[in-house]
């Protein structure tokens, strides 16, 4: 099949900026073996997971990344475009998408929805990664004094693909996707999850401290136990000492998930994971459930959906490298004797093997295997 080059072109560089630029058509990833679409590929995002692939946390037989850039999202993806080229890296290629989009368009037919029929049809899953908070007049909420979002119609480009994956359509027969692949693997990491309740009906409460837990100043937030906090807050009391935006804490499963069994195998019922968020979902979407919170249940921590098996929301990081590294230099706190960094609180809460059950359980869905 041929498609209309004006609604989507493969690229091996980005945009008309790039006058020399090869562009090649959608149908050459035909044939390509294993297609797995990379949302917001960001240089640090596309790092992440050529990481994971090249040490193995991945390992899906025919492999190609085919990162999705939006043209009106607010990031240079030159960047990644120049790092993949640089690194001679053959098995990650880039897509743009040029339609635009307004608040009005997301959650109807509109013109992108070729370009993501498209993107659907070539592909056999999508993970949707992390940024800034939504805005939240697109789930009816006004917005906080805390919320922060520099990125709005990546939001729009984001939110409508889901809503084409997996939304309730009452006119359209063709939509939601998911239905004509229902073994399509939908992924969606911290912003991604909060994106995919909103997408399928549901709200945030835009800040955990203040709103679930009335902490309103950062000492406070020090105070509380562990397992209540989401996000570092130590790097805003001493920014002096460069300590990570994020922090561990445990979670808990509420209801059945290939991640539960994944933590019973490797005989950790509660795993410790990476948490950089201050945002989460409040009313569920509509079709999804809660699988997974915080240990006092105040955070969803995961999400899934009732109709479709593969399509699945994870509040917690488990895809920077960082967290796996050895050398990391990302700090957590000092314990009085050393720095705490990300890479020893993995091994030290002997939860690596959750966080590569993870993703063994991923590649065998993409790989059609039975786990």
């Known amino acids: ?99 635009t989009l307004t608040q ?91 994106t995919m309740n909103v997408a399928l009906g549901g709200t945030l409460v835009q800040d955990i401290p203040s709103q679930l837990y009335s902490c309103n100043t950062v000492e406070e937030v020090l105070k509380q136990q562990n397992d209540e906090k989401h996000k570092n807050y130590y790097n805003r009391l001493h920014p002096e000492q460069d300590y990570d935006g994020g922090t561990f804490h445990r979670i808990k499963f509420t209801g059945e998930s290939f991640a539960k069994n994944i933590a019973e195998k490797t005989s950790v019922n509660n795993p410790y994971v990476y948490s950089y968020h201050h945002q989460c979902v409040g009313k569920t979407g509509k079709g999804l459930q809660v699988v997974a919170t915080s240990m006092d249940g105040k955070v969803p921590e995961m999400i899934q959906s009732e109709k479709y098996k593969n399509f699945t929301g994870f509040q917690f990081h488990f895809e920077y490298k960082y967290l796996y590294s050895d050398d990391s230099a990302h700090k957590l706190y000092w314990n009085g004797k050393q720095n705490i960094t990300t890479s020893s609180f993995v091994r030290d809460k002997e939860t690596l093997n959750f966080y590569k059950g993870l993703w063994k359980y991923f590649s065998n869905l993409i790989n059609g295997k039975k786990d």
């Open 1 to 99: 099949m041929k498609y209309n080059m004006r609604f989507l072109t493969f690229l091996i560089f980005l945009f008309p900026v790039f006058a020399s630029a090869q562009l090649v058509d959608i149908d050459n990833l035909e044939g390509r073996g294993h297609i797995v679409l990379l949302m917001h590929p960001t240089e640090s995002n596309v790092k992440n997971f050529c990481w994971l692939v090249d040490t193995g946390f991945i390992e899906i037989d025919s492999l190609t990344i085919v990162g999705v850039c939006y043209k009106y999202d607010n990031y240079d993806f030159s960047k990644s475009v120049d790092y993949v080229k640089k690194n001679e890296i053959d098995f990650v290629k880039f897509v743009a998408v040029n339609d």
């Open 104 to 194: 009005d368009d997301i959650f109807k037919e509109n013109a992108c929805t070729d370009d993501f029929k498209k993107l659907f049809e070539v592909s056999d899953g999508v993970i949707f990664t992390g940024g800034d908070d939504l805005p939240p007049y697109v789930y009816g909420k006004q917005t906080s004094l805390l919320t922060s979002n520099s990125n709005t119609l990546r939001h729009f480009f984001e939110l409508s693909f889901l809503y084409h994956l997996a939304g309730e359509w009452s006119s359209a027969s063709d939509l939601p996707l998911i239905n004509k692949k229902k073994d399509y693997v939908v992924w969606a990491i911290c912003l991604g999850m909060q």
